[in-house]
């Protein structure tokens, strides 16, 4: 079995780590804690790294602890950020909490007791935590000057920062120790953002227990063009299916950038190295068949919805270049088609008879008139749930539609009209 920094070094995923990782991590089984924000009802991609390094911690034979931010989320972690975070209500935060506990569980096993993966709140401490004792039992071991040199802190100075938001890394740092009396915990992950955080609480380990506790931060994920990792034009890609469809999250990854996918195979998918640079060699000998890509779509889209949803997002994806509709629901095709024209006409038009498929060709607006319609037909140009149709006078009743509700009428072979039934 491969050991744990090892496996996150090949990959690329150690951006920094205190001094003494490689020895610590090597005396098995380690205890190793991410925290996750609860600023939002899911998680997006930009989370999946962090959850990457835990589940590669976990197969290594290691214990990972998922901290969820109940008690931190209701300040906000300044990392990162140039303005003061929105203060969220309890009940969002609770909400939001329930959501990205049952997220992590599809990600790591917290059930099987031999595996004992840990997954907890920190509001279990922080909750109760008294001012006084705080400032009395964590407080006196920072000094003003420590705090102002920590890079969250520094550069928020000139635009000001609250003391709510000044003192969150204070927080993080009695996290790790309740972690690590609670659990033996002696690793804590994050993005290289969360460096000042990870060592304050470092610090305060070594003072309370004269201790030695560690660190190690992931890069921060960017795409080729310098942009934030997981934002696209259309907005976030989330975990959540609800909030970003199977479709659309294969998409992303398919779409990625010819320089970015292998360094994404590495930190996104469970491959061997073997593996990977097998599929370097691809991309450099075939770049137009963007294997890599299909690949890294695949198997990101598997590890985080599973393979019904992954077998749809396929289909869907075929649906595009000519593949067969069946068994696509209405509701998959409006998505796939959300950038395409679309027209509405009443069902009552495709009742009895229906219509023909010139005068379809006119009403979704892919033939100019009924006779260029007919022209286009008799080409084999036109195609009805990508089904070619060269007769002009073929009908189109309602028993074609999906669900009784979409129609795709498509010319040539690109150019798709989405016809809904009203």
Request: glycine residues 10%.
């Amino acid at each position: 079995m491969i050991e744990f920094v090892q496996e996150l070094d090949w990959r690329g995923m150690i951006f920094d780590a205190s001094e003494g990782i490689r020895e610590a991590s090597s005396r098995s089984p380690l205890t190793a804690y991410v925290g996750f924000d609860p600023s939002a009802s899911s998680l997006h991609v930009g989370s999946l790294l962090p959850i990457m390094a835990l589940v590669h911690l976990q197969r290594a034979g290691n214990v990972p602890i998922a901290l969820v931010g109940g008690g931190t989320g209701m300040i906000g972690d300044p990392s990162g950020k140039v303005t003061e975070r929105p203060i969220m209500t309890q009940e969002q935060v609770a909400s939001n909490l329930q959501s990205i506990q049952g997220q992590l569980s599809h990600f790591i096993d917290f059930k099987t007791k031999s595996n004992n993966a840990i997954l907890i709140n920190n509001a279990d401490w922080l909750g109760s935590l008294s001012l006084q004792d705080f400032l009395r039992d964590t407080g006196k071991h920072f000094t003003v000057n420590y705090m102002l040199g920590k890079e969250s802190v520094s550069r928020r100075l000139e635009g000001g920062i609250s003391f709510t938001e000044f003192a969150y890394m204070l927080l993080q740092a009695f996290d790790y120790l309740q972690l690590y009396e609670r659990h033996g915990c002696t690793l804590q992950m994050g993005g290289s953002d969360q460096w000042g955080n990870i060592t304050a609480g470092i610090e305060l380990v070594r003072r309370v227990h004269r201790a030695n506790v560690h660190g190690l931060v992931l890069p921060l994920v960017t795409n080729a063009a310098g942009a934030k990792f997981g934002k696209t034009e259309a907005g976030t890609i989330w975990l959540d299916p609800k909030l970003t469809s199977p479709y659309r999250f294969y998409q992303f990854w398919l779409n990625t950038d010819d320089r970015d996918v292998i360094r994404y195979l590495r930190y996104f998918t469970f491959l061997s190295q073997d593996a990977i640079e097998d599929q370097a060699a691809r991309l450099e000998d075939a770049p137009y068949d963007r294997i890599p890509h299909q690949t890294l779509a695949k198997e990101v889209t598997r590890l985080v919805h599973g393979d019904p949803a992954l077998g749809k997002a396929e289909h869907a994806t075929r649906v595009l270049f000519g593949g067969d509709v069946t068994g696509l629901a209405a509701e998959d095709l409006k998505e796939i088609l959300a950038d395409v024209p679309s027209t509405r006409i009443p069902k009552s038009d495709l009742t009895g008879a229906g219509l023909s498929v010139t005068d379809l060709a006119v009403m979704s607006h892919i033939a100019r008139s009924k006779a260029d319609g007919a022209r286009l037909a008799e080409s084999g140009g036109v195609y009805i749930n990508n089904i070619r149709v060269s007769n002009p006078r073929a009908t189109v009743t309602l028993s074609d539609a999906i669900e009784g509700s979409v129609l795709l009428i498509r010319k040539g072979a690109k150019e798709y009209r989405l016809i809904e039934l009203v």
